[in-house]
T-cell receptor, first 115, second 112 residues
Framework: DGGITQSPKYLFRKEGQNVTLSCEQN?????MYWYRQDPGQGLRLIYY???????QKGDIAEGYSVSREKKESFPLTVTSAQKNPTAFYLC??????????????FGEGSWLTVV | KQEVTQIPAALSVPEGENLVLNCSFT??????LQWFRQDPGKGLTSLLL?????REQTSGRLNASLDKSSGRSTLYIAASQPGDSATYLC???????????FGTGTRLKVLA
């Protein structure tokens, strides 16, 4: 079945540690995105990529890094520089840039907790 | 810069009621507006996408309208069911770009 797979579902990070969240899509979409969702708040854009080997910072990119070496993969690394990383992280993809009139598809999300 | 507001933040209704969820946005020059559903601890599912040239879209018991001049969109749910219980979010592109700005959502509970 086509879709977006995020892993792991739950992840615990120790202080000072970098962790990587995986996002894989088999929808043949060019554009991919990472969002952060905190309780009672809407989604905030961390990074997005419109094409392989290219990505742009979103509104809250500090403390995060990404890569887009393959069309189907867009991993997100939460670095130790991110002081408040506990949140729900959502990966998404679309055929063309979001907001251009095509549906965005979301993964099931990953919960990251700092211990 | 686009700002998206959703009212009410939470809503509880008995089964069978027709209800309206509201979404307000500040930048009327949007390309489109999209409504999503989110179940607890899950990702988002797209419900309806309204292009800027359209006034409404319908899918089953759902109807979404868009009024760019007033900066408002509404999601109408007919004959609500317990299975409709979820958080509903709207999103629109931010000022001349393609980046979506999301509202904080309306948490709906339909009582059996």
């Amino acid at each position: 079945d086509g879709g977006i797979t995020q892993s792991p579902k739950y992840l615990f990070r120790k202080e000072g540690q970098n962790v990587t969240l995986s996002c894989e899509q088999n929808l043949n979409h060019d554009a991919m995105y990472w969002y952060r969702q905190d309780p009672g708040q809407g989604l905030r854009l961390i990074y997005y990529s419109q094409i392989v080997n290219d990505f742009q910072k979103g509104d809250i990119a500090e403390g995060y890094s990404v890569s887009r070496e393959k069309k189907e993969s867009f991993p997100l690394t939460v670095t130790s520089a991110q002081k408040n990383p506990t949140a729900f992280y959502l990966c998404a993809s679309s055929t063309t840039p979001q907001g251009s009139g095509n549906t965005i598809y979301f993964g099931e999300g990953s919960w990251l907790t700092v211990v | 810069k686009q700002e998206v507001t959703q009212i009410p933040a939470a809503l509880s209704v008995p089964e069978g009621e027709n209800l309206v969820l509201n979404c307000s946005f500040t930048d009327s020059a949007i390309y489109n507006l999209q409504w999503f559903r989110q179940d607890p601890g899950k990702g988002l599912t797209s419900l309806l996408l309204i292009q800027s040239s359209q006034r409404e879209q319908t899918s089953g018991r759902l109807n979404a309208s868009l009024d760019k001049s007033s900066g408002r969109s509404t999601l109408y749910i007919a004959a609500s069911q317990p299975g409709d219980s979820a958080t509903y979010l709207c999103a629109g592109p931010s000022g001349g770009t393609y980046k979506y700005i999301f509202g904080t959502g309306t948490r709906l509970k339909v009582l059996a």
